[in-house]
């Protein structure tokens, strides 16, 4: 048990300071630091399929006006962290522009840091 609340902190701090921060700043070292080079991304977006590996995803966000410099409201929220060894599911929300996802992460502990390795979303309608 003790591990796993190391862990949850571990992937909680990965998210706050990695994720999130670079998805709002759009620092692709910080987001290419928490994804693992074979990373895949997929879900929708305004109901379009959408599909990336984490090299195109990267791509994005560099050639995008970042949240922080658009002005438009960002928010990311960490609704759940479960750990099971060396794995994890994180379950975020992250608001930014006029989008409202919510994602689920995978994380794999490899050498002893957590990554990211899959990343499914989908924007979604808030009444």
Request: no cysteine; hydrophobic share 40%.
């Amino acid at each position: 048990m003790r591990n796993e609340t190391i862990d949850s902190l571990a992937i909680t701090a990965a998210l706050a300071n990695e994720y999130f921060d670079g998805i709002y700043t759009g620092d692709i070292e910080k987001l290419g630091n928490v994804l693992h080079t074979g990373t895949l991304l997929y879900g929708d977006v305004k109901g379009a399929p959408y599909a990336k590996t984490r090299d195109e995803y990267l791509k994005v966000v560099r050639n995008r006006q970042s949240p922080k410099d658009s002005g438009k409201p960002f928010k990311g929220t960490i609704l759940s962290v479960e750990v099971i060894n060396s794995i994890a599911l994180a379950k975020v929300k992250v608001k930014m522009y006029d989008f409202n996802y919510e994602e689920f992460l995978s994380f794999h502990k490899i050498d002893g840091r957590w990554v990211i390795v899959n990343k499914m979303m989908s924007d979604v309608v808030i009444d």
